[in-house]
């Protein structure tokens, strides 16, 4: 148990140690942070508030904003905090504690993804029984089973780590605590660990990809019967999914579903998913959707009406 560790505290090593790259490391990250957190949160401000956007597809777009929200917020404000700082701390308490909410939000936002794909299944290939399949109450329960397998996924990863006794040396050549760099922090034998730590977190990739592409494969399939205007609107529709899907997926895979070995190319492939998925989502997802900027603009000038009231 970490009751029996030595280590009390882990340092970072970030990006780098220049005081020069550091500041432009803070610009650059508050800056996308910043625009991560206005246009996350104004697709889940504009989806909740407005009646036109009440359909399956918007009622889990603004969640899985809300999620991006929340996963790129466990990460990014230590980032910032700490490119001001020489010596980047966290205790192992801590430490350990971001990779369960890193490994909630990031495994609610697999599934959501993937409950995404269906949506899309069911509203291509049975447009008429769409609206009976995709009701209130199933949405309801989609999402709720996506932050239900997010916690079961994350509860499963932080109890393997616990079990572990830490003596260090205490230095991750990363910028946050996750589960390899952690590993190799380990007084004990991690192979069992690392082989439950990577079965628990590959099976939930591999088997949410395999739906996701067999969704995909189907709907591609039955668009051969539609109408041209048909096809071209469903298929803007999955390109804007498979975007952000492999954005997410294709850096996550790369990390998580390989032998618990860290590798210094493994600080950028994180920035991918943790900070430019959630920065690309209000771009991919809604600023490039008619029915989502109208909305924008309508409460836009709400607000206006209101405050010159």
Known sequence: MTATS??????????????HLQKVIFVMFLLMYTAIVLGNGLIVVTIMSSKGLSS???????????????YCSVTAPKLI???????????????????????FFGGTEIFLLTVMAYDRYVAIC?????VTIMNRRVCGFLVGAAWSGGLLHSAGQAFLIFQLPFCGPNII???FCDVHPLLK??????????LLVI?????????????????YVVILHSLRSHTAEGRRRALSTCASHLAVVGLFFI???????????????DKIVAVFYTVVTPLLNPIIYSFRNTEVKNAMRRLVRRKMSWEAK
């Open 185 to 194: 922090l380990a007084c004990s034998d991690t192979f069992l660990i690392s």
């Open 199 to 215: 079965i628990n977190g590959g099976s939930i990739s591999v088997i949410s990809f395999a739906v996701l592409l067999a969704s």
């Open 81 to 103: 905090f700490d490119s001001l700082l020489k010596r980047k701390v966290i205790s192992l308490q801590g430490c350990i504690t971001q990779i369960f909410f890193l490994h």
């Open 56 to 70: 399956p597809m918007y009622f889990f777009l603004s969640y899985l904003s809300l999620v991006e929200l929340c």
């Open 6 to 19: 030595n280590m009390t505290e882990i340092i970072f090593l970030g990006f780098s140690q220049s005081q």
């Open 251 to 265: 850096p996550c895979s790369f990390v998580y579903m390989r032998p618990c070995i860290t590798l210094p190319v």
């Open 173 to 175: 050549d990363h910028y």
């Open 126 to 130: 049975k447009p008429l029984h769409y």
